[in-house]
Each structure stands twice: as structure tokens, then as C-alpha cells.
């Protein structure tokens, strides 16, 4: 693809534009070479941008690069997806067709067209694939399971009975969907299970991190909304119910029964109690623990998670803390040397 033929795809203006190029891939603006596209988001990577080698940079609006060749876009990263998708095609690292023969599919499962199933993958008795979906080595998918089109499970993914899946879903390797919720109670002066009966649903669009695990719900169900992204290693426990378009970052959990809104961003390593609720738009910043519902739009940080002005001055106060102890220290020998000059005086007087 020449630069010319990329730019006219996009709908980008080409700015400083010298000589037409085939283009040789895409980089990063430390490492791209010529012949090579490379990205600059914003002003932050001015400087870099002026040093790459990329024959041309994609660019948004109003971003000045002198005389180098410019793609501008009003959103960079659709160009960035554009040439990645280009170049590294979403079937070129599947290596298997159709259903392999270690494969242990029952009997009654309906697969739809063009499905692939890799190598040492189980699924069990009435579940049904969706066309076009890929489930790669080592997964098993229990019974009663239901899984849309254009999904894409990565290796050993666990699928728990029940689960129900939208379309165009990406789980990724070793993450486990619909393990039992976490849920034992004292009877009788001893901890006993109590049974898990409910399911999960993911909605379309929905990416899950490796290793990431997302429980069944005691009674009814787990939920993850439309559009949803999940990192690695998050634990969303029963009865969650995460909205539409939030995005959860790496070693988040959280506990049972509690709810994100729509729009919502959990950094990573937040940690949010059980039975609260997040409305919409909230942003959690890193590291923060939840024990308080959180309104609409709001913004926290923190443990306990406090509003994040509130949050920030407590956290400049904390590094100020070495200082104010020794200016407390130097007030408190005062003091104490005016209370025994202050005894000396009366003793004084007394005699």
C-alpha cells in the first residue's frame, strides 16, 4: 500500500507531501525506519517526532511537524489501526482450520459456519458457537454454553456452564468465565458452600485480559456490558454488574454485588467492596479502595476513596509529613522550655 492509497482510505489530508512511497510498515517514532509510518498522539511527542526516521507520521489536527510528511487525522489511532490491521491480518497467527481431531466436541453441539476449533479443546453437550469463531488450543467450554459470532477465545480459556456470550467477544489466554462465586456461610460452627446456580453474560464487543476471572452469580447473573474492556488479572465477583464502554484495568476486583455504571474507567489495583454502587462516568484512580456508593461522574483516589481534590491534598500533606514532624518537634522543646522558664519565674516570686 502506497501512502497516497493509505491516506485516501482514511480520509486523512496529507501535509508536506513530497514523493509517494510503498509503505513498509508501521513503528513506533524511537524505532521506525524509512519507508515506515509511525504516530504521534499529541504535542507530548513533538520532540520525538521531529527525530524519527518514519518517512511519514500520522498526526492529529493542528500538530506541526516543519517539513515532514504528515497524515492528519482527527483521531490518529484510527490510521494506527488501519496499518496494523493492514499488516498484521487477525488470521495470520491461527494456524489450524475447521475442528481438529483431539478436539472433544459432544455430540448435540451446533457449530456455525467457519467456525475453528484448535487442538485439545472440550466442549460439552448443548452448546452453541456462533459463525466465524475461534476457539483456540487447550479451551474447555461446558454445557448448556452460548457463544456469538466473530468471538475469538485464546488458549485455555474456561468457559463454565451456562455462560452465555455475545458477538465479536476476545477472552484471553487462561481466563476463566462462570467459576463459582465465593460464597460460605457458618452452619452448624462450620464453614459450608453455598451452591452457585446463577450464570454470566457477556455482551458484544467485550475484551477479557488473561487470566482475568469473572464469577457465576449466586442466583441469577454476572453481567458485563457492550463494549467493555477487561485487563489481566481481574477478579469481578457474583452478582457484578459492570455497564457499557467501562474499561477495568490490570489486578482490579471486585466484590460481590456491587455495580459500575456506563462509561465508568477503574485504574489498576482498585479494590471495591461488596454491594455498592458506581454510577456512570465514574473514574477510580489507582490503587484506590472503594467502601462508599460514588456518584455520577465523579472522581476519586485514595483508601478510603475520597473525592480526588480531597484525595490530592491529603497525599501533598503525606509528603510534607518528615518536615512538619520536625517543625513540631522544634515547637515542642519550646514550649517546654517556656513552661521552665515559666516555672522559674513563679518559684521566684513565691519566695
Not at 216 to 226: C, H, L, Q, Y
Not at 267 to 282: E, F, I, P, W
Request: glycine letters at 10%; aromatic letters at 6%.
Amino acid at each position: 500500500m502506497r501512502l497516497s492509497e493509505f491516506a485516501a482510505a482514511v480520509n486523512g489530508e496529507l501535509v508536506n507531501f513530497k514523493e509517494d512511497f510503498e509503505i513498509t510498515g508501521i513503528s513506533t517514532l524511537q524505532d521506525a525506519k524509512p519507508g515506515q509510518v509511525s504516530f504521534a498522539a499529541s504535542e507530548r511527542y513533538l520532540q520525538r517526532a521531529l527525530e524519527t526516521e518514519a518517512s511519514a507520521i500520522i498526526v492529529p489536527k493542528g500538530f506541526s511537524l516543519g517539513e515532514k510528511t504528515c497524515v492528519v487525522l482527527d483521531e490518529p489511532w484510527r490510521g494506527v489501526l488501519f496499518l496494523l490491521e493492514y499488516f498484521y491480518p487477525h488470521d495470520a497467527a491461527i494456524y489450524f482450520k475447521g475442528v481438529d481431531p483431539s478436539a472433544v466436541v459432544a455430540e448435540n453441539v451446533r457449530l456455525g459456519q467457519n467456525v475453528r476449533i484448535g487442538p485439545k479443546v472440550v466442549i460439552g453437550p448443548n452448546t452453541v458457537i456462533g459463525d466465524e469463531t475461534v476457539i483456540e488450543a487447550g479451551c474447555i467450554i461446558g454445557p448448556n454454553v452460548e457463544i456469538g459470532s466473530r468471538c475469538h477465545l485464546h488458549a485455555h480459556v474456561v468457559i463454565e456452564h451456562g455462560t452465555r456470550i455475545g458477538h465479536r467477544v476476545i477472552i484471553q489466554a487462561g481466563a476463566v468465565i462462570g467459576g463459582d462465586g465465593f460464597k460460605f456461610e457458618l452452619i452448624g460452627g462450620k464453614w459450608r458452600k453455598i451452591p452457585q446456580v446463577g450464570c454470566v453474560v457477556i455482551e458484544d464487543d467485550v475484551e477479557i485480559g488473561a487470566n482475568t476471572t469473572i464469577d457465576r452469580a449466586s442466583f441469577t447473573e454476572t453481567r458485563i456490558g457492550a463494549g467493555t474492556k477487561i485487563d489481566n488479572l481481574v477478579q469481578i465477583a457474583h452478582n457484578v454488574t459492570i455497564g457499557k464502554d467501562c474499561v477495568i484495568v490490570a489486578q482490579v476486583g471486585i466484590a460481590g454485588s456491587s455495580s459500575v455504571g456506563d462509561g465508568s474507567i477503574l485504574a489498576a489495583q482498585v479494590g471495591v467492596a461488596d454491594n455498592l454502587q458506581l454510577g456512570k462516568r465514574v473514574r477510580v484512580m489507582a490503587r484506590s479502595g472503594v467502601k462508599d456508593n460514588i456518584e455520577d461522574g465523579a472522581t476519586v483516589l485514595g483508601t478510603p476513596a475520597r473525592p480526588f481534590r480531597v484525595a490530592a491534598r491529603i497525599v501533598a500533606t503525606e509528603a510534607k509529613l518528615p518536615e512538619m514532624l520536625a517543625e513540631v518537634t522544634r515547637l515542642s522543646e519550646k514550649v517546654r522550655q517556656l513552661e521552665a522558664r515559666l516555672a522559674e519565674l513563679e518559684n521566684s516570686r513565691s519566695r
